[in-house]
């Protein structure tokens, strides 16, 4: 990778300035090939464009439709002119996420095509909002199965051949709602809460391969949000800002494991943490002794970050053993 030249004028030193370092790497994408899911418009858009940018060869993928999976489009191909029109190379993909065949099929063109696939962008997804209470079964499953398992089809479809290659980036789009719940969406909180579960699995299973799986949390003024966020707001929150936490992502040096909020130019981590709990034995082990030592048990203080499915195993050991 080469550098780019010197920053010019004085950088702010609090937590709002970029990196305060003077010289900033180019990411490159060139020799690449990348997937992304949900492309014909809004932030897979985005990400499509900025990774033909970067000398990535792009599979558009979308079906089409509209924003509760119904209908559609030609979108894919649209976007697909964009890139060429730039100088890129592209090609557009109609397949349904939430098949697996078709997700297979993708896959395949890819490699036939390009000789393989190194980045994947999961990106689809469709809302169906509506109460729990009102909520028909088929609209919780159908989101569910385009989020979640349309995600896990399409990392599927690509994954043997990222680790024949030694190398893959996976990103999982998650939300705020997975993580602390949105009325009203308890069919989209299900599934962006399992995307996490998924990628933090993955990243365990493709970390011998340098296949490194992470997860972003976008606020972004797209389709999907033209009626929910005020005019403004939708302004402010461009699919573009959310962009570069995306392409350091699925990077060359890209972390691993990571859940990233982005929106409106702000990033945030986000973490999964546990405290050190409660050692209940003897006559305090019970229902009401559980209810006593309540407060000590939810407090906040001491909290560590959950990094691994068997932590909470673990630490329950280690104060047995003191």
């Known amino acids: 990778m080469e550098e780019v030249g010197p920053i010019r004028?004085?950088?702010?030193?609090?937590?709002?300035?970029?990196?305060?370092?003077?010289?900033?790497?180019?990411?490159?994408?060139?020799?690449?090939?990348?997937i992304v899911t949900g492309a014909g418009n809004g932030l897979g858009r985005a990400y499509a464009l900025e990774l033909g940018r970067r000398g990535a060869r792009?599979?558009?993928?979308?079906?089409?439709g509209a924003r509760d999976g119904s209908g559609h489009s030609d979108a894919a191909r649209a976007v697909v002119e964009e890139i060429r029109a730039s100088g890129g190379e592209a090609m557009a993909d109609g397949g349904d996420v939430s098949d697996f065949a078709q997700m297979e099929a993708m896959a395949a063109r890819a490699k036939e095509a390009w000789g393989g696939v190194h980045v994947l962008i999961n990106n689809a997804g469709i809302l169906r909002d509506r109460t729990f209470a009102k909520m028909d079964m088929a609209d919780f499953e159908r989101v569910v199965r385009v989020h979640l398992l349309g995600s896990a089809y399409a990392t599927k479809a690509v994954w043997n051949i990222m680790r024949d290659q030694g190398y893959g980036r996976v990103l999982m789009t998650t939300s705020s709602t997975g993580l602390g719940g949105n009325f009203g969406q308890a069919n989209y909180g299900a599934a962006k809460a399992g995307l996490?579960?998924?990628?933090?699995?993955?990243?365990?299973?493709?970390?011998?391969?340098?296949?490194?799986?992470?997860?972003?949390?976008?606020?972004?003024?797209?389709?999907?949000?033209a009626d929910i966020f005020p005019e403004e707001a939708y302004h402010a929150f461009g699919p573009d800002s959310v962009v570069p936490a995306a392409i350091y992502l699925v990077s060359r040096d890209a972390p691993t494991n990571a859940i990233v909020g982005a929106g409106g130019g702000v990033?945030?981590?986000?973490?999964?943490t546990m405290n050190d709990g409660v050692l209940l034995q003897g006559e305090a082990l019970s229902a009401e002794g559980f209810a006593a030592a309540w407060p000590e048990i939810s407090a906040c203080a001491g909290d560590a970050e959950f990094v691994n499915g068997m932590d909470q195993a673990a630490h329950a050991l280690r104060m047995l053993s003191r």
């Open 196 to 225: 996490i579960g998924l990628a933090r699995t993955l990243r365990m299973e493709g970390a011998r391969y340098d296949i490194r799986v992470n997860a972003i949390m976008p606020t972004a003024g797209t389709r999907m949000t």
């Open 9 to 34: 004028g004085p950088l702010r030193q609090n937590r709002f300035a970029r990196p305060s370092e003077t010289r900033l790497m180019t990411i490159s994408f060139a020799g690449q090939v990348a």
């Open 58 to 64: 792009v599979m558009v993928n979308d079906l089409g």
């Open 267 to 272: 990033f945030q981590s986000a973490h999964i």
